[in-house]
């Protein structure tokens, strides 16, 4: 399994899968067979990432992972167990990659001239609107 973002391919040998009764479609099915999939995958103990990775899986995915550093994904989109086992494999690429993804540093820039003079004449012509509103000084 590759998961993008990630400089080695995480060998599924490092996956556990657990099965139990779905809930939605499968009609009798449903009832019998265990077609849910967990995937479980130990962050801390997994030899192909590095310790900045881990470090910023464990920060991102917080609420997916367990007191024990396990990160869980579900699936039960579909009927079969395979199909599920596959689904909850790319879910688990998806939010590896999303985790993994370092965000593009921002180059502070300068207020543009313009700009600047449009909101300088937005509010004088705010200041001269409220002017207006005032009524005639009857005091003098």
Known sequence: MSAAGLDAA???KYFVFKYSRSAGPGGQNVNKL???VTLLFDVPNCPDLSRLQKQRILEKLAPRIDKTGRLRVISQKYRTQAA???DAIARF???LAQALKT???RIRTAVPRAANERRLAKKRRKS???K???G???DA
């Open 10 to 12: 995480i060998d599924e």
């Open 103 to 105: 965000k593009r540093r």
């Open 128 to 130: 001269e609107v409220k």
């Open 132 to 134: 207006l509103r005032t």
């Open 136 to 138: 005639p000084d009857l």
């Open 84 to 86: 599920n086992r596959k």
């Open 93 to 95: 690429a998806s939010l």
């Open 34 to 36: 265990n077609t849910r």
